[in-house]
């Protein structure tokens, strides 16, 4: 079925209908991943966003029940150039269009993906909306993507009630995640080391952790704009105070930073993708990165008493930050298996060890 991807600019790009046959307006994103489509769409950092894969195939590999970041998709939309009908791996359960039809997600393929990443990098990220209907009116979806907005996504995705996650092996610590929209992911490089973690939604106080005898806190990964949550940065200046160790991801290191002064920043189109390379300031080591966020902690007003221990190498934007408290640092990029220095420093902060980067 023809679908069209009208852009907020006034652009109208045509393909072909994947996924659900509704209606869809989204902020558009561009992910520069060749692979992890299914970790992709299921990363709560998405919520509500219409993902443009610069990538020109997606759904070779198929999807399975696996694979996955969180118990359900969060992304609106899915815009690719071409779409597998079907997967071809050993683990494969089901075809990608089959995945984003169970789960309600309008997608669009056989656009010309470069020119769009081109548009949304030149004039940054920007609403879209994808119809199938025959006489659309250009009129109407410019008045209901102006009435859109991106608001307060924090309360959307996080968990409604605790929820208690044993180690694998051995216990040697309690953890509290504050549930911002975590991913999968991270709660399992904490398991692996031995920490019974317990998934907070993200409106706990933070009298009630203090309370909860845990030995550590990780602040999570989400989507958004951190300064819409003047609650949460209450809360979580208040964790900081109590000198507890302090691992902040993602959104969690932003809410960290505008609760000890800082400032953040909108970037033009984000940072989004598998191979993003940061560097530390100290030392000079390189990383290749997973990212997946809109906003950065600026350089040029960082929170009192920190220090930037990582940089993006393409922009130079915030990517770490190292706070003078013992044991509590922050990253912006995504905390995962290739980061597990940095879960086996926050686990050596909680017995007590000297936290250095």
């Not at 079907?86 to 075809?95: A, D, T, V």
């Not at 033009?268 to 390379?277: D, I, L």
């Not at 530390?280 to 007003?301: F, M, P, S």
């Not at 990253?331 to 086996?344: K, M, N, R, S, V």
Request: aromatic residues 6%; proline residues 4%; contains cysteine.
């Amino acid at each position: 079925m023809k679908a069209r991807l009208i852009l907020e600019n006034g652009s109208i790009l045509e393909g072909q209908s994947i996924g659900a046959l509704d209606d869809r307006i989204c902020e558009l994103v561009v992910n520069t991943s060749m692979t992890g489509y299914q970790e992709l769409l299921t990363d709560p950092a998405c919520a509500n966003q219409g993902i443009v894969m610069s990538y020109p195939l997606m759904g070779n590999y198929g999807v399975n029940e696996e694979d996955v970041e969180s118990s359900r998709p969060w992304a609106s939309a899915f815009i690719v150039s071409s779409l597998s009908q079907r997967g071809s791996n050993f683990r494969c359960q089901s075809s990608l269009n089959d995945y984003l039809k169970q789960h309600h997600i309008t997608g669009i393929q056989g656009v010309d993906t470069r020119a769009l990443t081109k548009i949304l990098r030149s004039q940054g990220t920007m609403k879209g909306m994808i119809t199938c209907a025959e006489n659309f009116s250009i009129h109407r979806a410019m008045e209901a993507m102006g009435a859109f907005r991106m608001e307060k996504l924090v309360d959307q995705v996080t968990c409604r009630t605790p929820r208690v996650l044993p180690p694998h092996g051995d216990q040697t610590h309690r953890v509290a995640v504050l549930d911002y929209g975590v991913r999968n992911t991270l709660v399992e490089c904490l398991r692996s080391r031995g920490c019974e973690v317990t998934v907070l939604p993200a409106f706990t106080k933070a009298q009630t952790i203090l309370e909860g005898g845990f030995h550590g806190v990780v602040l999570s990964e989400g989507p958004g704009d951190p300064a819409e949550h003047q609650d949460l940065i209450r809360e979580v200046g208040a964790i900081y105070e109590s000198g507890l160790p302090l691992f902040a991801c993602g959104l969690g290191h932003q809410l960290l930073a505008l609760a000890r002064g800082g400032k953040i920043e909108k970037l033009p189109y984000g940072h989004r993708g598998t191979n993003h390379p940061v560097r530390e300031t100290v030392g000079g080591k390189l990383r290749i990165t997973t990212q997946n966020h809109g906003y950065a902690v600026c350089g040029d007003a960082l929170p009192t008493g920190a220090s930037v221990s990582y940089v993006h190498v393409n922009d130079g934007t915030v990517e770490g930050l190292e706070y003078e408290r013992p044991n509590c640092f922050g990253i912006q990029f995504a905390a995962g298996e290739g980061t597990g220095d940095l879960f086996d420093r926050f686990a050596h902060s909680m017995k007590g060890g000297a936290s250095h980067a």
